[in-house]
């Protein structure tokens, strides 16, 4: 059986990552592929309880390296349990952030060493990273800002998982300029759209790029 397809989707805060990446994997589903929609943190039972930790209030003093190695230790357990089974079965993963959201968070927005981040997720992965990455741009990041702290209010999750969007804009603009610097970086790699655009304009343009480098396949649907 061919290996299955590792789609990630990536932004920073309010670009509708999470609305996107469920519309595509509804799409294929409809389509008869297999898919297995997921996460990070929090794609396994060890990590529901990590991304606790990583985006909730209670610890809003946790250290920044101590954040870098929870971030890993969920990674490292999602690629064992979830990922990697998922592509061996010729699954397509989509996955809501992954390696690419801590060089952006960790390394342009909290300043730790590129380098070093870039090391240990060769080892939370064992260099297996994603064949697309969708980026969600958007410019004014203030708005993002607002759409996440919404959204957060609208489903009961106010204090729960908004460690990172009540940062400074300053933080949040590192660490878009972080997402461009690694999209131009790897231009194979990304396909870079505006979150600007409608949902549905957006969900379309997306769609079509994945269709444009997704092997042809046969499968079952489901999710995780």
């Not at 993002?144 to 959204?151: P, S, V």
């Amino acid at each position: 059986m061919a290996e299955g397809f590792f789609i990630s989707f990536e932004g920073t805060e309010g670009t509708g990552k999470s609305t996107q990446a469920d519309l595509l994997g509804k799409e294929l589903r409809l389509r008869g592929r297999g898919v297995v929609l997921t996460r990070e943190p929090g794609g396994t039972r060890l990590g529901g309880e990590l991304r606790k930790i990583l985006l909730g209030m209670t610890y809003e003093d946790l250290s920044v390296m101590s954040e870098l190695f929870l971030y890993m230790a969920d990674r490292a357990q999602h690629m064992a349990e979830v990922i990697i089974p998922s592509l061996q079965e010729g699954k397509i993963v989509i996955c809501d952030r992954f390696t690419d959201a801590t060089v952006a968070y960790q390394g342009f927005g909290r300043g730790m060493s590129r380098e070093r981040i870039e090391a240990l997720n060769r080892e939370a992965t064992s260099g297996r990273f994603p064949d697309l990455t969708v980026l969600l741009d958007l410019q004014d990041v203030t708005a993002g800002l607002c759409r996440a702290l919404k959204r957060n209010e609208e489903k009961g999750l106010e204090g729960a998982e908004d460690r990172f969007e009540k940062e400074e804009a300053a933080f949040h603009c590192r660490v878009r300029d972080g997402y461009r610097s690694v999209a131009e970086a790897e231009p194979g790699r990304f396909a870079v759209f505006s979150a600007a655009l409608p949902v549905d304009e957006l969900h379309r343009r997306i769609l079509g790029r994945v269709l444009q480098v997704l092997p042809p396949g046969e499968g079952n649907a489901e999710g995780a």
